[in-house]
């Protein structure tokens, strides 16, 4: 089992960045494969961005790539999601998820969520 709470969502201008982190308990979670998904207002919840437990391979959809990076630190617990160069359009609410299985692209392959972590983006 495992257990993850999102922070760093916030309001920001267009172009600013920000730092989402997903805290995990369970002694396990370093076996775990990790991913960020979002949803907006009336959208369904869509990929973000993965990444496996052992090599650190990373996924990414492709409004993502060359703006978002998907990292963790096994030591700490803890998978962030820098997000660079934000648009009004990335505004969604974040939600961290967790895998014993893959770093899957879709929301059901995931067995272990957060709460969210809210994304303003103003233009």
């Known amino acids: 089992q495992v257990q993850l709470v999102e922070s760093g969502g916030g309001l920001v201008q267009a172009g600013d960045s920000l730092r989402l982190s997903c805290a995990a308990s369970?002694?396990?979670?370093?076996?775990?494969?990790a991913g960020w998904f979002r949803q907006a207002p009336g959208k369904e919840r869509e990929f973000v961005a993965s990444?496996?437990?052992?090599?650190?391979?990373?996924y990414y959809a492709d409004f993502a790539k060359g703006r978002f990076t998907i990292s963790r630190d096994n030591a700490k617990n803890t998978v962030y999601l820098q997000m660079n160069s934000l648009k009004p359009d990335d505004t969604a609410v974040y939600f961290c998820?967790?895998?014993?299985?893959?770093?899957?692209?879709?929301?059901?392959?995931?067995?272990?969520w957060g709460q969210g972590t809210q994304v303003t983006v103003s233009s």
């Open positions: 369970g002694r396990t979670f370093s076996r775990y494969c």
């Open positions: 998820a967790a895998d014993l299985n893959r770093a899957a692209m879709t929301p059901d392959e995931y067995d272990y």
């Open positions: 990444i496996t437990w052992n090599s650190g391979r990373t």
